[in-house]
């Protein structure tokens, strides 16, 4: 198969993510929240993000930043990795002109009691030296090269 | 002040707003989302890999609440719909002006495929005491989302945390 996943035993707590680096125009802000079908002004019209929002720019919405950290951490795991759960703390905007830094790390390690490999990251997406959103990610990843975590069904899944 | 209204105490613990996804979840979206924040995942761009490893083509889990977000328009709608009926509800009937969602968890179970029909309801779980904060004067509210297919499996589910406030010095604001 043309793809490579990570399996449980190739990581451990304290692994640091590679960072991802992404310059935000105005482009990704629209075209994030026409993606996700959320049509708020404060999503693509300036003159309402400053004039309603008191804001600087328009600024990027929550459910196109869940696809961002889902990208983040399935270039990491590859295909295999199937997200368990990710929980969000929104602290700040990010604006077009903002240069996003994801980074994450490894904290935990664990096979559960149906057997299934999870890895928890903590990720955070920065601009400058700002915390902007903070993400906690629960990812399976399979336990050897033989576990595939997208055949995990009912009672076999407890994310 | 004080105690929650009659009308926001009947709302917790009830499903509320059971809907029917509009459209088939549809690969096309899928593109958009993927190519949104440049996703080259090969489980959403390669049918091979799609079906060795989860038996099929999937949608990325985190667009679960995109195949529920209603179009600006339609033919039979009079006055654009909200998402997330309930947060809106909720400041309406508790008459805070201002809201924001404080964090959000997104649990996910069976895998959503093109072609799939998505059912959601939205369960207030709690409403807090009120409470001052920097933003002003309100309170915390816990919203679930709950998402299945159409063969009644779950496919996941959204906790939204909600913030419903007044400003200080009251000068309006986004909703």
Not at chain 1, 120 to 147: F, M, P, Q, S
Request: proline share 6%; hydrophobic share 35%.
């Amino acid at each position: 198969m043309s793809f490579e996943s990570r399996v449980l035993g190739d990581t451990q707590v304290g692994d640091e993510l590679d960072e991802l680096v992404y310059l935000v125009t105005p482009t990704t802000v629209v075209l994030g929240a026409l993606a996700s079908r959320d049509y708020r002004p404060m999503h693509h019209d300036k003159d309402f993000a400053v004039n309603r929002n008191g804001v600087r720019d328009i600024f990027l919405n929550t459910p196109n930043q869940a696809a961002w950290f889902e990208r983040y951490v399935t270039d990491w795991t590859g295909p295999a990795g199937r997200l368990g759960r990710m929980t969000f703390q929104m602290k700040g905007s990010v604006f077009p002109g903002d240069s996003m830094v994801f980074s994450g790390s490894v904290t935990s390690v664990e096979v559960d009691e149906v057997g299934c490999g999870w890895v928890t990251l903590a990720v955070t997406l920065t601009v400058g030296d700002e915390i902007k959103t903070t993400c906690e990610v629960k990812v399976a990843l399979g336990v050897d090269d033989r576990d595939n975590p997208w055949e995990r069904r009912g009672e076999r899944w407890k994310p | 002040m004080g105690s929650l209204p009659d009308s926001v105490e009947v709302m917790i613990g009830k499903p509320l707003y059971r809907q029917m996804g509009s459209f088939e979840v549809e690969r096309g979206y899928i593109y958009t989302s993927c190519s949104s924040v440049e996703n080259a995942n090969p489980l959403f761009w390669d049918d091979e890999v799609a079906k060795s490893l989860t038996g099929g083509l999937v949608a990325p889990p985190t667009m679960l609440s995109v195949w529920f977000r209603p179009h600006h328009w339609s033919p039979d709608q009079s006055e654009p719909q909200l998402p997330l009926q309930v947060h809106f509800d909720l400041k309406d009937k508790l008459g805070l002006p201002e809201a924001v969602m404080t964090s959000n968890t997104m649990t996910f179970y069976e895998p959503v495929r093109p072609g799939d029909r998505l059912t959601t309801e939205q369960v207030l779980r709690s409403v807090s005491e009120e409470k001052v904060t920097k933003l002003g004067t309100g309170r915390f509210w816990v919203i679930e989302v709950v998402y299945e297919n159409q063969r009644g499996e779950l496919v996941g589910v959204e906790s939204y945390t909600g913030f419903g406030y007044s400003r200080a010095s009251n000068s309006g604001g986004a909703r």
